[in-house]
């Protein structure tokens, strides 16, 4: 599938940039991850996932995790857990009707890193990984379509204070959101799947 598209190609034009996209891509874009996307990949406790639903209305989400909670299982193959949440799979539901994905990685650290990942992705319920990954509920499996960095000028520099005390930990039983004990939610919140 070709990187850009009319609507890209305009905008490119007008502002003098097809040379410029053109070079970036042949340079730097693939479709399949190497060791150090795989190494960086692996590494983030969290990323964006960008989907749409049939009509193409989009939809982005936070996924947040252990480093690894995200893992490379073969160059054309990425997978991460999805965890209990509120339970309306905007995300996921919207993978079910259109399996086209968007993850955006950052590092925010002294030298930051921007990874952008373009693919397909498929839902995976009973997949043996899931025994490797606590909280999971059932593994998402993404087939990259387009893999490149983009530039990272305007990340800016960030430490992590602390992990989420919400992330599943292996061994550890898992921290309930206050807002699920809430009148309003208690009688409706369904026990976890996991």
Known sequence: M???HEGNRELQDRFGSRALADRLHEKLG???FTDE????????????????????????SFKGGEPGFVRVVAP????FPDYDGNGMFKSLGNLRVNANVGLLFISMTEKPKRLRVNGEA????????????PGGQLL?????????PNCPRNVPH???VAPSVYVPRAGEPPVEPAWKS?????????????
């Open 2 to 4: 070709a990187m850009f």
């Open 30 to 32: 693939r479709d399949r």
């Open 37 to 60: 996307d795989k190494d960086f990949i692996e590494s983030s406790p969290f990323f964006f996932l960008a989907t749409a639903d049939a009509e193409g209305r989009p939809d982005c």
């Open 76 to 79: 054309d193959a990425l997978v």
């Open 122 to 133: 498929t839902l995976v319920f009973d997949d043996p990984m899931l025994e490797d990954m």
């Open 140 to 148: 998402v499996r993404v087939t990259p379509r387009h893999v490149f």
């Open 158 to 160: 960030m430490s992590l």
């Open 182 to 194: 809430f009148d309003a939610f208690k009688a409706v919140v369904p026990r976890r799947a996991r």
